[in-house]
Each structure stands twice: as structure tokens, then as C-alpha cells.
């Protein structure tokens, strides 16, 4: 008997792949409904190893999706729920078509909510990997929350996400665990440590919301997102409460000031408001421990890390206590013209007290006219009244502040001042190959003097200063300064060597011969003989190189490939560095003419 | 009850007690009317009534009056009138249109009676109707129609009793002031009783014609007899129609037998109503509308009626309904509208729990399987800082090429424009923010993923980790002395086993033999002078017992002494000796491949002279010749001899072999096992091992190299290295395996020559790129251990001719010396 053939792709890649076609007829749903149960779902498709294979011989590019995937959306009883719900629009488009507009107003009114909460445990089974997949939820809610209603955005979807993010921020705040904040083109960035997780996301700037065209934009998928996001975050956020030893539906601790004696029109709306302001701090679990500080880090001397590891994250752990009180006491007032709520977010986030002008928004704690305010956060060039007991200083104070983990001095910040270069908190000092600026170099350690020194006399110095880095960019820039300052040490104490008993050449014989030659002929002085500087590191370089050939052929592509990149980046950092130093000078070229007009007009003006 | 309901009922009763009372009718009055002016129409009832004859049904009093007019004329007629006179009249009247060809039909009695008991009938039915008439402007036109028919009924019994009906409208109107409110109230009480109201004789309700024998009508209040008015005949109908000339407009009243001169208005109103109008010449159809019967509240009612008692009374049903509504509301077996809507907003509410309590999930929930999570977006850079350092901003160059990508914006060196902001306020909103929050979400759930194995290693990582060249110390690392006295190229050196001098051969056809440590050519011996060819190789025997050089000169290997003041004197004397006598002719027979292969020739004294101790013709040239560790053999590769490429020549019995029967290839070069007796023979891209007592193939060496140019063994024998035309150097270790340890791609160019040192665990190879790589090459005794080579020293060659740079390499026997044969005549040692 003649055993039955294997059909093509019934194993394999083949069968464990499947395109969104059969997808959707396995399914019986519509491209509509499956999207959406897609993005519910989180499935998504895969990228095969070989495509040719899974796509079951067929040419082009294909949509793939694991069946494994499909078959496992075959089980989900939301899909039931989305074929009740095409019957039950079906009914409210014949109501529409019989006239019975009645009828139709009832099948809206009553329309089917699907209930999403077992697909958030689902997808997270445990809290922390729903911190961990929390970005993009906080960045799209954070945009959703400033929209208003669409035709595919619901108004009451928007005003969920304002909730949500303000319950979200004030949750930080009670917990202290903002630890970086950006201010981009594109919005303020914060980054938050929530169980050892970094969250980081997205708060757009004032008037996000801009109509976009259809093809643009389709707001209906990130309706759909922002569905699924705003039940995770519900959930995250009682979590978060709970573990805090919050009310969740958060409440406002403090009593109703004096001046709402009278009733209150909607309780509800004036809590809210109040707790959207951000200002005051909500009210505990009855019972709750108040004194939930973490307790110190105990350092174990386990064996598989080193000391020094252990060294650093007691350090690093040192620096996050200073940064949780770094405002603790102080008192700050924000100007109208400032935005409010990313710098209340942030002062509050610190222990710091907060608050603004009365009419600008309710929740103000304290006037203007309050003589313990410490900081008085300005964004425009004067101001008519001020006070001699705070500091006038630009909100990029307070960012930069948080971002160097301690006070900055606040004279290059002050009202009307010309502010220094805002740079990122996120980009990665440990990784070689990175362009740091002068600032930061600056900021990391403080005997580096940045070029452009606002002092006249210190030109000399920083023109020797300039011609050092110079040098250094030729030979070690790809190097931090700390290597490229070793490296020098090194060279020069080769050099020292060298100089002291240069006798030790490559072959004595010869020399020994020679000298001996010499003195029996005539004494001369000793000329000294110089090494050239870079001896040793053209030897290893040289070395380097022959070592290079011996990458194995494997690697070799690879290993190629990489020296482009690092030559590419290598690059990239030296045009940064030569636009920087050519902007310095012509700033100083500019100061320099600046200061000749103001001495020739000082000399007219005496003569 | 809705108003024009109300207005209906209201009109009947108006209409019942229309003869009785006026103020009565204000309302009713107002009600058809408009606004103020009906007001006061109402107030001036009388006056208002008597201008307007046609008002007789609304105003009794009014309608009295002209009734007495008309009475004047029917009072004169009725002189001649008879009784029978009158049911005819009436039947016309019933039928205006052809009252005059009616006339002259006599009715019998029961015809008349049957008319009678229809017109009741009809009369009793158009009571009710012509209230509508003047009330309401909708009513229909077969009511209007009656209408005045009903009038002239009301004429003739006031005509015939007008004293009476004097005294009764008085009384009546007197009655009506003083039973106004009884009336009212009594209003809907008394039930409908319209069928009397136009009763104007006293007979009752009984036919006509049972006074047909009398000459009265029944009785009046004094119960005198009422008089039936005159009857008349045919002749007298014809006298009055020519002489009367109102004739054409009498009618009899059917009820009284009276005769009724229509008035102009009637005329008028009979007129309008034939066309089809409505009968009242005053009425606008097109007035005003007002809206009586509005939400808002006037000081003074509508309606003069009060409400039934009904209307104060709650009802019972109702009442209990609503009892069993609110008792369910209280149970909560419903809910208001108001609870409904908030339940379906709670409904509508998320409610959110923890949703992962305190337990930690077990493994087996996820359902997703091999789960790839989305990668994070970038984080951003000093450039998208609102402020950013000013060399991020894009200079004009940058901003020309960002100009030009903007059709390729993914090309473009940032995904957005680096801007500086003076300060917080200034910074608009990002205009692509929702873009990009909509590519994400895209990316999201439409972006295929896979698992990517990024690395973590850096370029360095690659670089095998070897020791530096600093700790193996030592080779040679500069040039030292060149050898200058051959006119070609030189093609091969070799050192003397002691390391003192330096032979070499070159394309010039001498073998020059050198001092090291001076560099002074000691001897220039002629080698290849017969032969017109170059020497391919030379090679000094290893056997410090021996003073012997081979030279491959064409196809000849000569070995040459390399003369007194070179070696020696005392060992080049023995040498000498040994080789001057020709040894016994041995007992085993050449046979003919190898006596044609080769041939060991006779010296002659003058080239004894020379240093030529032996030589051996071959039958193709020389290309490779190698010595056997104890001097006695000697090994030769000839070009293109097929099965004979490889020739072992005896010294010591004079004889030659040949090892193989059968052609394997190209051979390249023929090595000696500096212990065993193994022969290496390397072929074009194979090297084989033979054993030479055994006689067989002990193991091929695959190189994987296209062209084997040249090959070295390791002092110790178990490694191999081949260099190859395709710059490769492949290191074989034997113990481990027949593949190639390792490769080495050291060289830019052909690699022609490698060769160990002796002593050092130390390398070297050189080819045609003008660079000889001194490596380190250290094989452990430990079998586990694997060899370690490290490229040590990339030394400069001469420099190249035509191609060809370095053509040999040797190493010094005691020193870590390495000499050259270089392409630009010269001799190089490096030190």
C-alpha cells in the first residue's frame, strides 16, 4: 500500500503562519471587527523567517499572523460580543430606514458596552508587566485627555483620560518617583521609577488638538487604543493607590477652605477640580502606616558582583533619596504665564509647595504677596513688582534642576536672562561614542570650563584650552575625556622615560659598538635622543591591526560593518564639535566687537 | 376635554336658552368673535342686534324685533289666508328653490301630515345644527342651509301671538336677568331640550290637521282661543299674485299656516347661502386667529361655566393606579426615569478592583504564545530639546540638504526640525504630535515583529583576545642589514646550521655565499652558467658534520662546498673527503624511470675547482629542493613531471629514488618530517603525508587554499604551515585534525614563502605586498592545548619589482634573525 503523500506546507512554516485573509474568514469577522479585536487583544502580526515558506509559496508581502494567535482570538468571547453587536447596529440602521426614531433613540441609549477587564489580566498577568508596557498608554491617554469630542472620540472617553492622568501624576506625586523630565519640541517627557520599572511618556504642549485630515490621521483606531488603555490604566492606578495606601477614587485630605461655606452647587465637580489642580495631597487609608519611608539599602556582599557595582548603586540610591526632598520646604510661585500643571506635576513631585495666581485656576494655596516664597518661577523678560526675599528665576530652572539632581545655581537662569542650552536626561553617558556637550561636560565635572567663558581675560587660557581638546579630537575621540586624559599621562611618562635612558634600544650591540667607536675618537656632548611621542601607540595600533585580521571570517562582515558605523559616529560628533566651536568663536568675535563699540563710545563720550 | 369640544357643547346650550336670555350668549358672542370689538359687541348686545337681522339665533331679542316687522305684512295677509294655505307655504319654504311651482299643489290631509312629521323630524334635528352655524366658521353647508327655514318657523307664532310674546319676551327677559345663575347652573342639568325652543303655537305636539275642523289653533295663556289665521283658495292665491307684490317672497309657516313675508335680509341670506357662502355677510372667514385657550393664565376665565364636579373630584382608577405605580417604586420593583438613567451611567462608568489582587499570576494565563513585546520608542536627544546646545540647530548647508530630502523626508538626518525656543512660552504645540501618536498605535498592532539578537558586543569584541606583542618578546622588529651583490632577484637563502653565513641564489645564475654578522659576500660561486638558467633554490645541508650547499640551477642540482675561508677549513676537508670517493656501486638496480628521471653525473676537476662536488641532472627543472634533517637526502620537486615530480636523492649511496607511481597532482613543493620518516608532498590545494618506511599515505591535508605556493613544518613536527597564492597562510595542526587550525589572512598579496624559526616560537611569511608578518606561533607540549598564534610585527620589505617582493624567508638557526630574499637584488636580515 502506497502510504498517503505530505501535502505542501502542512508542517512547518507553512502551517504556522497565516495571512490576514484567512485570518479573517477562520474568524467570520469583518476587517472592522478584527482590527479592533487585534488591538484589544494585542496580536500582531510576525515576521517569518523565511516569508516565501509562510506565505505558502505565494509571491509579495503578506500580512502573517501566527495561527497559534488566531486560533487563540477563536476562543475569546469578545468575539460573540462584536457579532451581537453588528446585529444590534443592524437594528438601529432598520429604525433608522422605518423612521422609528423612537425606537432608534432606545437602541442607542442602550447600546452594549463590551467589558474589557479580563483581557488587561490577561495580556499583564502580573502588575509589573503592566508597568512595563505603560509608555505608550500614558502618552496616548495624556493626548486623549486634551481632545475634544470627535466623531469618532467620544467626550466621554476624553474625559476619562483627563481623569485617569491626573489620578496617574497624582499617584507619582505620592509616591516620589518622577526622576526625569524633558522639555522637547514636542512635549514635556517624564520619566518615572514605579517598581523598578522606568516609565517614561509624552505630555504634548497647550493646544495639541489639531484637526487632521482623514488619510492622516484615523482616530477611530486610536479611539480603540485609547478603550484598552484607559481600562489599563484604571486598573494600574488602583493598584497603585492601594499599594500607596490611597482612597482610590482619590479624595482631597484637606477641609473645604472658608470661602465654600455656601453651598456647593455639584460636590463632585468642585473635588475634581480640586484634585485636577494638583496642589493638595489626598487622603489616606484609614489606619494606614505613615511612616512608610523605604528603609536603607542593606548591602550584601554577594560574590557575583563586584564591589564597585555595589559602590555605585549605593550611590545611586543616595542621589534618589537627595532628589525625592530636593524641594522639601520650599515655596514656589508660579507666574500666569507659565504653564501650570507640568511644573505643579513636578515641584510637588520633589516636596516642594506650589501655587499660582487665584483667578488663574482654583487650588491656590497661597498669594503672591506671601513673603516665605522661595522661588518665583517667571517666563517673561520683566516684571513691574517685585520682591527682594525670592529668587525670579525661568521655569527651565526647574527642569534642569531636577535633571542635575540638585539646585543649580540660578544666576543663568534668572528673569530675562539668555538660557543655557536645555540637553536631554535621557541620552546614555555609559555608551562610548557619544557626543557630549560642553555643558554637560561642564555640569559632570566642575573644574572643565566650558568655551565660551563670559570673563575677557580668560582668553589666553581658553585658547589653550581649546587647542588641548583639539588634540584630543585627533587622537581620542571616540574615548570619554577620562581615557583620553589617561592616555596623555601615560604618553608623557613615556616620554620621561625615554628621556632618562634612551640607551635602552632595539639592538645594544650596535650601539654599544658605535659609542665605543665615538669615545675613542672624540667626547661630544650627548644630543638626547627623542622618541617619537607616539612610539608605542603606533606599535599597538600596528598590532591592533594585524590582530584585526585574524576576525574570524564569520564575523568578518559584521565586523566590518560596525567599524563603518563607529566611523559614521565618529563623524557625526566631530561636525558636531567643529559647529560648536566655530559658533563659540563667533560669539566671541561678536563679544569682542561688542565690548570695542562700548570702549570707543566710553572714549567719545569723555572726550 | 379639548376646546373646540368645549366650544361645541357651549354652543348648544347657548342656543337652548336663546330665546330666553341675552347675557347668556356674551360669551358665546366672544367666542366667535375677535379680540376686543367682540367685547364690546357683547356688551352692546341690543343695539348691535338691532342694526343686524341676521343675528337672530344668538340674539332672542333682537330677532323678536324684526319678527314684529315682519308680522306687520303677514298680519294683513292673513286676512285672506286659509289653513290649508299654510302647509303648502310651509312645504315650500321647505324647498325655497321651487316654493312658487309648489304652491299650486294641494296636499291632501295625510300627505300634509307626513310632510309635518318629516319636517319635525327635521326640524328637531336642525335645532341642534344651526348653533354651529354662526359659531363655528367650519360648519356644514346643509346646516347653513336650514338655518333660515328655522327662523321663519319662530316667525309666525310670534306674529300670532304678539301681544303674548310681548309679554312673554318681557318676562322672559326679566326672568333671565333674575334666573341668570339658577339657569347656569342648571344648564347641563335640564339635558337637551332644543326641540321646544321654536314651539310657537300652544297646540302641543300634535299634527296640524286635527284642527282642521276648527277655526282656531289651540290656546293661549288665558285660554282663549287662538284664532287660525284666514285660509285661502287658488283664485285668491292668483288675485294676491297679481296684486301683491310681495307675493313672490311670501311663505307660509307650515306650523302656523301663517303667511311670512321674507325680508331683504333673508333674501339676501337665502341668496348667500344658494352660492355657497357663509349665510352671515359679516362674518370674515379670514380674520385673526387668537389663540384663547393658551398656556397663559388670564385674570378672568374663558368659559362662564364652572367645572363639573368630576373635574375636582381625583379619580378613583387613577388614583389606584398610581397607588400600585408608587408602591412598586417603594418596593423597587421599578424604577423613575431618572434612577434608570443613572443606573445606565453607573453601568456605563468603569469600575475598576484590583485587578491583580495580592497573589502573583500563574504562568499558565497568558494565552499569547512566544510573546514579543513592542520595542520602546527612542528616547530623545539634546536636538529636540525645546533649547538645544546651538550646534544641533542646522546650519545652512544642512538646512539646504534638509530642503532637498523634503520629498524623502525619511533621509532626512532628524525626524524633525531642531528649533530653538528664547523661552518656555514661545514653544508651540508640535504639529505632528497626533501624527505621530497614530504611527505609533499603527506600529502597535500592524507592524510585523520578530525577535531581532541584538548585539552586545562592540566591534573589539571581534578582535580575538591575544597577548600583547610587547610580552613576546623577542622578534625581529627593524631592518639591520642588507645584503647587496646579486645582479637579479634573489630566489632563495638559507643559513648555515651554525647561523655564521648566509647562502643565496638568484636569477643572476651564482650562489654567493655571505658573512652574517658583516654582511660580506665571502664567495660568489657560478652555479647555473651551464645550464643559462638562474638558481631556483639553495639550501645549506643541515648536518653540522657537512660543509655541502644544494643549489637547484636549472636542471641540475649542484652541491657546492661553499668554500675555506665560508666554513671551516677542517670541516670542509672532510666533507671532501667523504665526497671525493664515489661509494661501491650498490647491489639494487636502477631501473629506467629513475636512471631517465635522473642522473647522477661525474664531476670534473675544474668544476671540483669551483666547489662543485656533486651533480645531478634532471630531466625537467628544479623548483623546490628540501634537505633531510640528518643531511643524508635530499628532496626535489621538478616542474611539470607529472608522476616523477618528486625525487629523493642519497648522498651517501648515490642513488635516487622516485616515491611515487602515480601522478597526484601539481606538486608545489616536498618536505621532509624533521623526526619521522614522513615525507610532506604539497600538491595544488592538498597536502598529503606519506610514510617513507611504510610506504603509504598517512593523511591528506585539505587547505581549502586555490594555489599552494609554499609549505614550513614546526621544528617539532606535528604543524604544518602552507602559504598559498591567495594570500593565505593555513596552519595545520596534525594532532588535531586534517582542516586547516587555523587561517591567517595576513597579507594583502600572494603569500610565496613561510618559514619557522628553529628555536623561537616564532613565524614569519612574506609574499608579493611589501610586508614580512613575523607571528608567534607557540605549540604547548600539553595535547589539550591548543597552539596559540599571535601576528606579531608587520616588518617593510624592499622594495617590489614586477609583482614580486620577497621571494624567501629563513630564520637564523640561534637568533631571533629573520633574512629575505627580496625581488630588488638584496638580502635583508632583520633584527
Redesign the interface.
Known amino acids: 500500500m502506497v502510504s498517503k503523500k505530505k501535502k505542501k506546507y502542512s508542517s512547518g512554516e507553512g502551517a504556522q503562519f497565516m495571512t490576514r485573509k484567512a485570518a479573517l474568514k477562520k474568524l467570520q469577522l469583518s476587517l472592522k471587527d478584527f482590527r479592533r479585536i487585534c488591538i484589544l487583544k494585542g496580536i500582531y502580526p510576525r515576521e517569518p523567517r523565511n516569508r516565501k515558506r509562510a506565505q505558502k509559496g505565494a509571491g509579495g508581502i503578506k500580512t502573517l499572523y501566527h495561527t497559534k494567535d488566531i486560533k487563540f482570538l477563536l476562543h475569546e468571547p469578545i468575539i460573540w460580543k462584536l457579532r451581537e453587536l453588528k446585529v444590534y447596529q443592524q437594528k438601529i440602521r432598520r429604525a433608522r430606514a422605518m423612521r422609528e426614531y423612537k425606537q432608534m433613540k432606545k437602541y442607542l441609549r442602550d447600546h452594549p458596552q463590551i467589558n474589557i477587564d479580563h483581557i488587561v489580566k490577561e495580556r499583564y498577568p502580573t502588575f509589573v508587566d503592566a508597568l512595563r508596557d505603560l509608555d505608550d498608554c500614558l502618552t496616548l491617554c495624556f493626548l486623549f485627555s486634551t481632545f475634544p469630542s470627535l466623531k469618532k472620540v467620544p467626550r466621554d472617553q476624553s474625559m476619562l483620560c483627563r481623569r485617569l492622568t491626573v489620578e496617574f501624576m497624582h499617584a507619582v506625586i505620592a509616591a516620589k518617583a518622577l526622576r526625569k523630565v524633558f522639555v522637547s519640541i514636542k512635549g514635556y517627557y517624564y520619566q518615572v521609577e514605579l517598581e523598578g520599572q522606568t516609565i517614561t511618556w509624552i505630555v504634548p504642549h497647550h493646544f495639541s488638538f489639531q484637526p487632521q485630515s482623514k488619510d492622516e490621521v484615523d482616530f477611530k483606531i486610536m479611539s480603540t487604543f485609547v478603550d484598552f488603555y484607559t481600562m489599563m490604566l484604571g486598573f494600574v492606578n488602583f493598584k497603585l493607590y492601594h499599594s500607596l495606601n490611597l482612597v482610590y477614587p482619590p479624595k482631597l485630605t484637606a477641609a473645604f477652605s472658608a470661602d465654600t461655606d455656601k453651598d456647593l452647587i455639584d460636590e463632585h465637580v468642585y473635588v475634581a477640580e480640586r484634585i485636577a489642580a494638583m496642589n493638595m495631597s489626598l487622603s489616606k487609608v484609614a489606619g494606614a502606616n505613615e511612616a512608610e519611608d523605604l528603609p536603607e539599602i542593606d548591602i550584601f556582599n554577594t560574590e557575583d558582583e563586584d564591589p564597585q557595582k555595589l559602590e555605585e548603586a549605593k550611590l545611586e540610591a543616595e542621589k534618589v533619596k537627595k532628589l525625592k526632598t530636593m524641594f522639601k520646604g520650599l515655596k514656589f510661585f508660579i507666574n500666569r504665564e507659565v504653564p501650570r500643571e507640568p511644573l505643579v506635576f513636578i515641584i510637588r513631585c520633589f516636596g516642594g509647595e506650589v501655587s499660582w495666581d487665584r483667578d488663574h485656576f482654583v487650588g491656590a494655596t497661597f498669594d503672591e504677596s506671601d513673603e516665605s516664597i522661595a522661588y518665583h518661577i517667571v517666563d517673561r523678560p520683566s516684571m513691574d513688582k517685585q520682591y527682594l526675599s525670592r529668587y525670579y528665576v525661568q521655569p527651565q530652572w526647574v527642569f534642569d534642576s531636577v535633571n542635575a539632581r540638585t539646585l543649580l545655581p540660578i544666576n543663568q537662569y534668572l528673569m530675562g536672562a539668555v538660557l543655557p542650552p536645555h540637553l536631554s536626561p535621557f541620552v546614555d553617558k555609559t555608551k562610548d561614542q557619544v557626543y557630549i556637550p560642553p555643558e554637560e561636560r561642564a555640569l559632570n565635572d566642575p573644574d572643565f570650563k566650558p568655551l565660551d567663558g563670559n570673563e575677557s581675560g580668560t582668553d589666553i587660557e581658553e585658547a589653550s584650552d581649546e587647542d588641548k581638546d583639539d588634540e584630543e579630537e585627533e587622537d581620542s575621540e571616540e574615548d570619554g575625556d577620562a581615557e583620553a586624559a589617561l592616555a596623555k599621562q601615560y604618553q608623557q611618562e613615556v616620554e620621561e622615560d625615554s628621556t632618562s635612558d634612551e640607551d635602552d634600544s632595539v639592538d645594544p650591540e650596535k650601539k654599544k659598538l658605535a659609542k665605543e667607536k665615538k669615545k675613542a675618537m672624540a667626547v661630544t656632548a650627548g644630543v638626547p635622543h627623542k622618541e617619537h611621542p607616539y612610539q608605542k601607540e603606533i606599535e599597538d595600533k600596528q598590532a591592533f591591526r594585524l590582530r584585526e585580521k585574524l576576525v574570524r571570517k564569520k564575523h568578518r562582515n559584521l565586523y566590518k560593518s560596525m567599524k563603518a558605523g563607529q566611523e559614521k559616529r565618529k563623524k557625526e560628533i566631530w561636525l558636531l564639535r567643529k559647529k560648536r566651536r566655530l559658533h563659540d568663536e563667533k560669539v566671541k568675535e561678536e563679544k569682542k566687537v561688542e565690548k570695542r563699540k562700548q570702549k570707543v563710545q566710553a572714549l567719545e563720550a569723555s572726550a | 376635554m379639548p376646546p373646540f369640544r368645549s366650544g361645541l357643547l357651549k354652543r348648544k346650550s347657548s342656543n337652548k336658552e336663546s330665546n330666553s336670555s341675552d347675557s347668556e350668549k356674551v360669551p358665546d358672542q366672544s367666542d366667535e368673535g375677535s379680540g376686543d370689538e367682540e367685547l364690546i359687541q357683547g356688551a352692546l348686545n341690543g343695539e348691535d342686534d338691532a342694526t343686524d337681522s341676521e343675528h337672530e339665533e344668538e340674539s332672542g331679542a333682537a330677532s323678536d324685533q324684526e319678527q314684529d316687522a315682519v308680522l306687520f305684512d303677514d298680519s294683513a295677509d292673513s286676512t285672506f289666508g286659509d289653513d290649508e294655505q299654510v302647509d303648502n307655504d310651509s312645504e315650500g319654504s321647505s324647498d325655497l328653490t321651487d316654493s312658487e311651482e309648489e304652491s299650486g299643489d294641494e296636499n291632501d290631509g295625510s300627505s300634509e301630515t307626513d310632510e309635518e312629521s318629516v319636517d319635525s323630524g327635521a326640524e328637531s334635528g336642525a335645532v341642534q345644527t344651526p348653533s354651529g352655524v354662526s359659531d363655528a366658521s367650519d360648519t356644514e353647508k346643509k346646516d347653513t342651509k336650514q338655518k333660515p327655514r328655522k327662523t321663519r318657523q319662530a316667525k309666525p307664532k310670534s306674529e300670532t301671538t304678539e301681544a303674548s310674546i310681548d309679554r312673554l319676551a318681557d318676562t322672559i327677559g326679566k326672568a333671565s336677568v333674575k334666573t341668570q345663575p339658577v339657569e347656569k347652573k342648571d344648564e347641563y342639568e335640564s339635558g337637551d331640550t332644543s326641540d321646544e325652543e321654536d314651539r310657537r303655537t300652544t297646540v302641543g305636539d300634535v299634527p296640524m290637521w286635527w284642527y282642521n275642523e276648527y277655526p282656531h289653533v289651540g290656546y293661549d295663556l288665558d285660554a282663549r282661543q287662538v284664532l287660525r289665521p284666514p285660509q285661502r283658495d287658488h283664485i285668491d292665491d292668483f288675485l294676491k299674485k297679481c296684486e301683491d307684490p310681495d307675493f313672490w317672497r311670501t311663505v307660509r309657516d307650515p306650523n302656523t299656516g301663517q303667511d311670512v313675508v321674507l325680508s331683504k335680509q333673508d333674501l339676501e341670506l337665502i341668496r348667500r347661502l344658494r352660492e355657497g357662502h357663509v349665510p352671515d355677510p359679516t362674518h370674515d372667514e379670514y380674520q385673526p386667529w387668537v389663540e384663547w385657550f393658551s398656556r397663559e393664565v388670564l385674570a378672568t376665565p374663558l368659559r362662564a361655566f364652572p367645572e363639573h364636579k368630576r373635574s375636582f373630584l381625583p379619580s378613583r382608577s387613577e388614583q389606584q393606579q398610581i397607588g400600585r405605580i408608587v408602591h412598586a417604586l417603594k418596593m423597587g420593583w421599578t424604577k423613575t426615569r431618572k434612577q434608570l438613567a443613572e443606573e445606565?451611567r453607573k453601568?456605563?462608568e468603569?469600575q475598576?478592583?484590583?485587578?491583580?489582587g495580592s497573589s502573583?499570576?500563574?504562568?499558565a494565563?497568558?494565552?499569547?504564545?512566544?510573546h514579543?513585546?513592542?520595542p520602546?520608542?527612542a528616547?530623545?536627544?539634546?536636538a529636540?530639546?525645546?533649547?538645544?546646545?546651538?550646534?544641533?540647530l542646522l546650519?545652512k548647508q544642512e538646512m539646504k540638504e534638509w530642503d532637498k530630502l523634503s520629498e524623502t523626508p525619511w533621509k532626512r538626518k532628524y525626524t524633525?526640525l531642531?528649533?530653538r525656543?528664547?523661552?518656555?512660552?514661545a514653544?508651540?504645540?508640535?504639529?505632528r504630535?497626533?501624527?505621530?501618536?497614530?504611527l505609533?498605535?499603527?506600529d502597535?498592532?500592524?507592524?510585523?515583529?520578530?525577535i531581532k539578537m541584538r548585539?552586545t558586543i562592540?566591534?573589539d569584541d571581534?578582535?580575538?583576545k591575544?597577548p600583547?606583542?610587547r610580552d613576546l618578546q623577542p622578534f625581529p622588529?627593524?631592518e639591520?642589514l642588507q645584503f647587496k651583490g646579486h645582479t637579479e632577484l634573489v630566489r632563495s637563502v638559507d643559513f648555515d646550521p651554525t647561523g655564521q653565513y648566509i647562502v643565496s641564489g638568484g636569477d643572476d645564475g651564482t650562489v654567493r655565499v655571505w658573512e652574517c654578522s658583516s654582511g660580506r659576500c665571502l664567495r660568489t660561486l657560478r652555479a647555473g652558467a651551464g645550464a643559462g638558467a638562474g638558481v631556483a633554490r639553495v639550501g645549506w645541508a643541515p648536518s653540522a658534520a657537512l660543509a655541502l650547499v644544494a643549489a637547484a640551477a636549472g636542471r641540475a642540482l649542484l652541491l657546492l662546498a661553499p668554500g675555506a675561508p665560508a666554513v671551516a677549513a677542517r670541516l670542509a676537508e672532510r666533507t671532501d673527503r667523504l665526497l671525493e670517493a664515489a661509494p661501491p656501486q650498490h647491489d639494487v638496480t636502477v631501473d629506467e624511470r629513475t636512471s631517465s628521471c635522473a642522473q647522477w653525473q661525474h664531476v670534473a676537476p675544474e668544476q671540483w675547482a669551483q666547489g662543485v662536488r656533486i651533480s645531478i641532472q634532471h630531466f625537467k627543472p628544479i623548483t623546490h629542493l628540501a634537505w633531510h634533517a640528518r643531511g643524508d637526502y635530499v628532496c626535489v620537486t621538478l616542474a611539470e613531471a607529472a608522476s616523477r615530480a618528486v625525487v629523493v636523492h642519497q648522498l651517501s649511496r648515490r642513488r635516487s629514488q622516485l616515491p611515487f607511481s602515480r601522478n597526484k597532482g601539481l606538486v608545489q613543493c616536498a618536505l621532509f618530517h624533521p623526526t619521522r620518516p614522513q615525507l610532506f608532498v604539497a600538491t595544488q590545494r592538498v597536502v598529503r603525508v606519506y610514510d617513507l618506511v611504510k610506504q603509504e599515505l598517512v593523511r591528506k591535508l585539505l587547505t581549502g587554499a586555490q594555489w599552494i605556493s609554499n609549505m614550513a613544518v614546526h621544528p617539532g613536527g606535528d604543524n604544518l604551515l602552507v602559504s598559498s597564492y591567495d594570500r593565505k597562510c593555513i596552519w595545520f595542526d596534525l594532532e588535531l585534525s586534517s582542516k586547516p587550525y587555523q587561517?591567517?589572512?595576513?597579507h594583502g598579496g600572494a603569500v610565496r614563502s613561510v618559514a619557522f624559526h628553529r628555536r623561537y616560537p616564532l613565524f614569519a611569511s612574506a609574499g608579493d605586498d611589501d610586508k614580512i608578518?613575523v607571528s608567534h606561533g607557540m605549540v604547548y607540549n600539553d595535547l589539550l592545548q591548543n597552539p596559540l598564534?599571535?601576528?606579531?610585527?608587520?616588518l617593510r620589505a624592499g622594495g617590489r619589482r614586477s609583482e614580486l617582493c620577497v621571494l624567501d624567508l629563513r630564520w637564523h638557526p640561534a637568533q631571533a634573525w629573520l633574512l629575505a630574499a627580496c625581488a630588488d637584488h638584496t638580502l635583508r636580515l632583520y633584527?
Do not use: M
Open positions: 445606565r453601568k456605563r468603569k475598576f478592583y484590583n485587578l491583580w502573583e499570576a500563574d504562568p494565563q497568558r494565552g499569547l504564545q512566544r514579543i513585546p513592542a520602546r520608542r528616547l530623545p536627544g539634546h529636540e530639546s525645546y533649547n538645544p546646545p546651538p550646534e544641533y546650519d524633525f531642531p528649533t525656543h528664547s523661552s518656555l512660552r514653544v508651540p504645540a508640535y504639529e504630535y497626533t501624527r505621530e501618536r497614530f505609533r498605535c499603527l502597535l498592532y500592524l507592524a510585523p515583529r520578530a548585539l562592540t566591534a571581534l578582535v580575538p591575544l600583547s606583542p622588529t627593524t639591520v587561517t591567517l589572512r595576513l608578518v598564534l599571535v601576528p606579531l610585527k608587520q633584527a
